[in-house]
């Protein structure tokens, strides 16, 4: 027998999970890229959320085309300049611009900072995908070039899709879900083998170790899965990985950059 309480509770949640109330109240004062993804909203939300993400790619399009090969460096944005990774992710921006390839980040501080600051100081091109964030980040402010995103899927987007190899920095949830991002279109074949390099063997062991002896011994990756990536502590041998791999197994060059059209407005 349904008590009364149980009632009151079943027709609150049939409330809630209404159409227009789908997840959180709808008239709450949510920010509109949260309310976004709380389900089903008015069709005028919709479509004008619709509108604005097609602008924002439109705008990462129309910002990223000139800029030539890059490599992105993911990484934490909570390690200051004191830091032996802020240091070892400075000398990676640096080798990576040495050798010809724009540096592109997720803009913000930390191992972010430190590989565009890296690139600056070799005289080299440094990118920055920023986000919108309630506490995080402003841009850092070695950077050439970069937006800011409100969309975290567009914003992966463009690190993806400009880039010809990865360098993975410590990081936390933020910068693992970009790398398993990347190795999930590799391994499925939506982007080229291009090379994606684990840095800081002792940091991501664990993670590593958690892949060998727990994803591929249950089956749900193949032990060539863990070719599909390097692992290195040198600065010099990630960009050289990078190098070798991207630009002679996959052919990239350092090619023209396309001509810019003026009936584009660029």
């Known amino acids: ?46 479509f004008w959320r619709a ?10 399009f129309r910002t990223f085309h000139f800029v030539g090969p890059c490599v992105t460096v993911f990484g934490s944005a909570r390690f200051d300049e004191n830091h032996p990774y802020y240091k070892l992710a400075r000398e990676v921006g640096n080798e990576l611009a040495k050798v010809g390839f724009t540096v592109m980040t997720g803009g913000g501080p930390g191992i972010m900072e430190a ?20 506490t995080e980040q402003k841009h850092n402010p070695y950077l050439d070039q970069w937006i800011t995103f409100r969309y975290f899927f567009v914003r992966k987007l463009m690190l993806v899709k400009y880039s010809y190899g990865f360098i993975a ?7 693992i879900d970009e790398i398993f991002e990347c190795l999930t279109l590799i391994q499925t074949g939506k982007i080229k083998e291009f090379p994606l390099v684990f840095f800081g063997k002792e940091y ?12 591929v011994a249950a089956g749900t ?27 002679k197994r996959f052919g990239v060059s350092y090619g023209a950059t396309p001509s810019r059209k003026w009936y584009l407005w660029e």
């Not at 600051?117 to 986000?131: H, P, V, Y």
């Not at 920095?169 to 910068?175: D, R």
């Open 1 to 46: 027998m349904v008590t009364d309480l149980a009632k009151k509770t079943i027709t609150r949640i049939l409330k809630l999970a209404a159409f227009s109330r789908w997840g959180k109240d709808a008239d709450s004062p949510a920010p509109e890229t949260t309310r976004f993804l709380q389900g089903p909203q008015r069709r005028g939300f919709e």
């Open 51 to 60: 509108i604005k993400i097609f602008f924002e790619l439109i705008n990462g």
């Open 115 to 134: 590989a565009n600051r890296g690139a600056k100081d070799a005289g080299g091109k440094s990118l920055g995908c920023n986000i919108t964030l309630p």
């Open 169 to 175: 920095m410590p990081g936390g949830f933020g910068t």
């Open 204 to 215: 991501w062991e664990p993670l590593l170790n958690f892949m060998k002896e727990k994803l």
């Open 221 to 247: 990756i193949d032990p060539s899965d863990l070719d599909k990536f390097h692992v290195s502590d040198n600065p010099a041998e990630a960009v050289a990985l990078v190098k070798e791999t991207a630009m």
